[in-house]
């Protein structure tokens, strides 16, 4: 791009604009090389990752936004806030348990949509501009950026916290390839001494601040394992867990502050308690597949669902 239109991008215009799409926190950083890189590698190499071969994928450009987008300046940060009050009917039994992220649609297609409609104005009103979306699905890392972005820092549970939203946002990356007159200030960690979620984890899958053993994790087992059965030390500790787990999120101090979610998408689902009175087990796929197409629930799968009900189901109090 030429020198006039790098320097054209206002920082304040792109947030206003952002916000109006429905971030509900917006930040930018410049592009670069990721500073801490080692910590991740050294995480991936005592085998926290579990099964999930894929975060030892495209090293590059994890490590490296011009990797996923050649000349790129800036990583635009946004965070959506999807806290909501458990608001089911009174005398509505509920079994089971869905961490409140996967209450409403896919959060995926929402941020991706709204950073579809953040990029194409920017392209619209400066020409030569070029961005690459990242949600989750680039291997990109979020939770760096949205700190070096000012969103907030990443906790000893290794989830992003920020004053406003405490841990209940969900974050979207857009790298352009352009240059903006001010950048935010990385956050600093307010964690302190406090050990919270360290504690509060019923099966210790936080083994030390800020490290994750995912085979220790109930979201994961939950969510991410293919495996034919869950191991009978997590079941006994999924207290109805089966699908995710908002216990580290929960017990933390800045969690307290729980601002309702402004995005109708996130708004709690009249199918979910299909799922959490475990009625989706009587499924055939294709009712399942039909029933929760936008919803993050498809990651695990109806089989997936249905292993969990059944540990859960062992050990139900």
Request: hydrophobic share 35%; net charge neutral; proline share 5%.
């Amino acid at each position: 791009m030429e020198e006039n239109q790098r320097n054209s991008l206002k920082a304040d215009q792109i947030k206003i604009a952002a916000l109006a799409l429905g971030a509900d926190i917006v930040g930018i950083a410049p592009a670069g090389p990721v500073a801490n890189k080692e910590k991740f590698l050294e995480w991936l190499s005592r085998g926290y990752a579990a099964d999930m071969d894929y975060l030892a994928k495209y090293q590059e450009e994890r490590f490296d936004p011009e990797k996923l987008l050649p000349g790129a300046k800036s990583v635009i940060s946004v965070g959506l806030n999807y806290y909501q009050d458990d608001n089911r009917p009174p005398g509505q039994e509920r079994k089971y348990k869905v961490a409140r992220y996967a209450w409403g649609e896919d959060y995926h297609h929402v941020i991706r949509k709204l950073l579809e409609k953040l990029r194409g104005g920017l392209i619209a009103e400066t020409p030569g501009l070029n961005g690459r979306i990242c949600v989750d699905t680039a291997p990109i890392m979020d939770k760096y950026w949205a700190r070096e972005a000012g969103l907030g820092w990443q906790g000893k549970h290794t989830n992003l916290v920020s004053k406003q939203f405490g841990s209940w946002l969900l974050l979207g990356s857009l790298v352009i390839n352009a240059e903006v007159d001010n950048y935010d200030t990385p956050h600093r960690d307010l964690c302190g001494e406090c050990n919270s979620c360290i504690s509060a984890c019923p099966t210790g899958a936080i083994v030390e601040p800020y490290v994750l053993d995912a085979n220790k994790c109930i979201s994961y087992w939950t969510i991410e394992s293919r495996a034919e059965s869950i191991p009978e030390d997590i079941a006994r500790k999924l207290d109805g867990m089966i699908f995710g787990c908002d216990i580290c999120i929960r017990v933390c101090p800045f969690n307290r502050r729980q601002i309702p979610t402004r995005t109708e998408a996130f708004f709690r689902k009249d199918e979910l308690v299909q799922i959490e009175n475990g009625q989706v087990i009587e499924y055939p796929d294709e009712v399942f597949e039909n029933g929760f197409r936008h919803s993050a629930l498809t990651r695990a799968g109806l089989k997936g669902l249905k292993r969990n009900i059944a540990a859960a189901s062992k050990y139900y109090r």
